[in-house]
């Protein structure tokens, strides 16, 4: 089981983490994944790690900004993000068990965590 939390009200440029924990299972050996679905889109991939060697993966649009990192012992998985803007608005999930951006080879998902930027 995934559970995303940290979400909540931001203004243009500020800053949250999200923290995804895991329980139930060890998710150590999987690759981690935060997505993000605006209202009337499609779920779009935000970031990854691999379990493997810690590599990191980031989608165009929040490269620079985001930072994906992983705390094995924890069994957590979070996402810190900085200078956010309005268009980062969404519900934000994180997921286990898949393949870098690949949102359909991802077998486990959390119940997600929504973030709001105002302008």
């Known amino acids: 089981q995934l559970q995303a939390y940290g979400g909540g009200l931001v203004q243009t440029g500020g800053s949250l983490r999200l923290s995804c924990a895991a329980s139930g299972c060890t998710f150590n050996n999987y690759t981690m994944g935060w997505f993000r679905q605006a209202p009337g889109k499609e779920r779009e991939f935000v970031s990854a790690i691999s379990w493997r060697d810690g590599t990191t993966y980031y989608a165009a649009s929040v490269k620079g900004r985001f930072t994906i990192s992983r705390d094995n012992a924890k069994n957590t998985v979070y996402l810190q993000m900085n200078s956010l803007k309005p268009e980062d608005t969404a519900v934000y999930y994180c997921?286990?068990?898949?393949?870098?951006?690949?949102?359909?080879?991802?077998?486990?998902w959390g119940q997600g965590t929504l973030v709001t930027v105002s302008s």
């Open positions: 997921a286990a068990r898949g393949i870098r951006s690949s949102v359909r080879t991802y077998d486990y």
